[in-house]
């Protein structure tokens, strides 16, 4: 198997590039994975890969799966720690190939429960939706209007490789409303506005998806014109907000048990 020792090394430089370079990556339907549990997802979760790079002295634990990757490549110490984004203690970077994340074909059955993301900024607050979507099993996570690429390094580490166990769907708010009425999916929008009624006194008929948006914007008035139920997490001790990866995990529990 080869080893590598030298940056220049045209893998090296175009790992370098992934990592950094959100344009590179959409062109090239490609992203980059760090750790064993997140590659073991991923390959797990029926996705290929180009490359992995294994740090000099570490087994190749992914040779079962030689099917879905293409090469691996052996990477000396002082270089691997030199390209990967976490601590020395990481034994495997990969270079994945990206999904189709359409609305087009999207199919979902009566007892449906789905998450969408609306405008968040943060790629650690969707990571983070992506992690309790994948925990909580629920049918499907819809990003709408995003605001980075959906594979930033930042997006599949806080979701521990989440992001490769749960169908996902990238689109405009547009189209998603339009779908969900469309197809007759009970839309519950978590916001405070005049009409929104405390969580536990609204309607979860299922097909049903809870709709969160950004903590210093909010929703979308169109998704507030379309929703079936707004709702609002009762808070005490003059608390007055949460973290949206937090008050998505509550009204999903709750729609789940209801």
């Known amino acids: 198997m080869k080893i590598v020792s030298s940056a220049q090394n045209l893998n090296i430089k175009n790992l370098l590039t992934l990592q950094k370079k959100s344009r590179e990556r959409k062109k090239k339907k490609l992203f980059v994975v760090e750790g064993k549990k997140e590659i073991e997802r991923a390959l797990l979760g029926n996705y290929y890969f180009k490359i992995i790079f294994i740090r000099e002295g570490s087994s190749n634990i992914f040779i079962d799966f030689t099917e879905k990757v293409s090469n691996f490549i052996i990477i000396k110490d002082e270089l691997f720690d030199k ?53 909580l099993g629920i ?9 980075t690429d959906l594979y930033h390094p930042n997006i599949i580490r806080s979701s521990l490789g989440g992001i490769f166990s749960i169908p996902i769907i990238v689109s405009s708010s547009n189209d998603i409303i339009s779908f969900f009425l ?25 097909p049903c998806a809870i709709v969160v948006g950004s903590e210093s914007k909010g929703l979308e008035k169109k998704w507030i014109e379309n929703s079936s139920e707004i709702v609002k997490i009762n808070m005490n001790n003059n608390i007055d907000s949460l973290n949206v990866s937090v008050a998505a995990a509550i009204l999903l529990k709750h729609c789940i048990d209801n």
């Open 139 to 147: 049918s499907a996570f819809i990003l709408t209007n995003p605001k």
């Open 182 to 206: 469309k197809n007759n999916i009970n839309i519950v929008s978590g916001a405070l506005t005049t009409n929104s009624i405390p969580m536990n006194k609204a309607n979860y008929n299922k």
């Open 83 to 135: 390209i990967t984004i976490r601590s020395g203690s990481e034994k495997f970077i990969g270079i994945g190939i990206s999904k189709s994340h359409e609305l087009e074909g999207f199919k979902l059955n009566k007892k449906a429960i789905i998450l969408v993301a609306e405008s968040i900024e943060k790629p650690g607050n969707i990571g983070a939706l992506l992690r309790t979507s994948s925990g």
